[in-house]
């Protein structure tokens, strides 16, 4: 969470105050009048969401409306770092390369992985409870709920996360066939 609180900082101390006028009046069906007024900044604003359930960590799709429609897409990018990778900066990534491997992989393991995804889940060290999160927010989906796995796993991992563990968790699993596939589609990427 304390995370997700530095993004929306980020984001309040970037707006201006026609940002602010313009996400107030977006907000308008969502925050009653009288609480507009009150809101004198980007992180009163977020606050409000945040009571109201609008806006969470796992929740992000208001705030994407709203930076969509007052077309910061400066902001944007942080948000979709946040959502891709825990973090809003880059220095928390992985490189170029290696994000484009890890993309690579996730699509592979997605498309191959199956019912033993919440074996391959903890083993790469992801929480029953987040497993439960993630499963009731996609529950007829699995191919969304992996996806959904890894990235979790990428945010922990940071600018640690890497392919080639990926590939050794799923053989520690005895899943040797996926880790072949995604071993062989890594190969074929160009250096």
Not at 43 to 52: I, Q, R, S, V
Not at 113 to 137: E, H, N, T, Y
Request: a negative charge; aromatic letters at 6%; hydrophobic letters at 35%.
């Amino acid at each position: 969470m304390g995370e997700f609180l530095g993004l929306l900082y980020q984001i309040s101390g970037s707006l201006d105050s026609e940002n602010l006028k313009n996400l107030k009046f977006l907000c308008g069906e969502d925050i009653r009048k009288k609480e507009l007024e009150k809101i004198s900044s980007g992180t009163d604003l977020f606050k409000n969401l945040m009571e109201k359930g609008k806006i969470s960590v796992d929740n992000t799709g208001f705030l994407r409306f709203l930076l969509t429609n007052i077309k910061r897409e400066d902001l944007l990018e942080k948000l979709e770092n946040f959502e891709k990778y825990g973090s809003g900066e880059r220095d928390d990534l992985p490189d170029a390369e290696e994000i484009e491997r890890l993309e690579t992989a996730f699509e592979v393991i997605c498309d191959n992985l199956g019912k033993p995804w919440k074996m391959f889940a903890r083993k790469i060290g992801v929480s029953d409870a987040k497993l439960d999160q993630i499963q009731d927010k996609h529950p007829r989906d699995m191919r969304e709920q992996i996806r959904q796995v890894l990235k979790a796993w990428q945010k922990v991992q940071g600018k640690n996360a890497d392919s080639a563990e990926l590939i050794k968790k799923l053989r520690d699993c005895g899943l040797n066939l996926v880790a072949d596939n995604v071993d062989k589609q890594l190969r074929t990427m160009p250096n």
